[in-house]
Nanobody
Framework: QVKLAESGGGSVQAGGSLRLSCSMSEDTDSDKCTGWFRQAPGKGREGIAAISNDGVVKRYHDSVKGRFTIGRDNGESMVYLQMSDLKPEDTALYYC??????????????????????WGQGTQVTVSS
């Protein structure tokens, strides 16, 4: 199965930007849909963006639409999450995850954690006001 590793987290002030990266290794062909998720302290894991393996299908949670952009570079085996206009409520541990089923990218409100079987270790994003 594919292995995932997130990077790019950090601390920023409100209104700032960060770019998260999800590096894929080993069985990258098994990845058909990649999702970005986040989990704030005391809250459940929330799916915020997903992209199909060909980059055609993209979905976003309403809370990040217009501020976050998901993309991928299959030649580099990377999936990105460009985050702009960050808000304190975006503070969370951010994860990327992989599904072997591309239709898991079609959920209109963004990816569902239960649909993804392989997870990275997470990268922390902290936004101060």
């Amino acid at each position: 199965q594919v292995k995932l590793a997130e990077s790019g987290g950090g601390s920023v002030q409100a209104g700032g930007s960060l770019r998260l990266s999800c590096s894929m290794s080993e069985d990258t062909d098994s990845d058909k849909c990649t999702g970005w998720f986040r989990q704030a302290p005391g809250k459940g894991r929330e799916g915020i963006a997903a992209i199909s393996n060909d980059g055609v299908v993209k979905r976003y949670h309403d809370s990040v639409k217009g501020r976050f952009t998901i993309g991928r570079d299959n030649g580099e085996s990377m999936v990105y999450l460009q985050m702009s206009d960050l808000k304190p409520e975006d503070t969370a541990l951010y994860y990327c995850a992989s599904s072997t089923i591309w239709t898991k990218c079609l959920t209109p409100t963004g990816p569902r954690p239960g649909d993804f079987s392989v997870w990275g270790q997470g990268t922390q994003v902290t936004v101060s006001s």
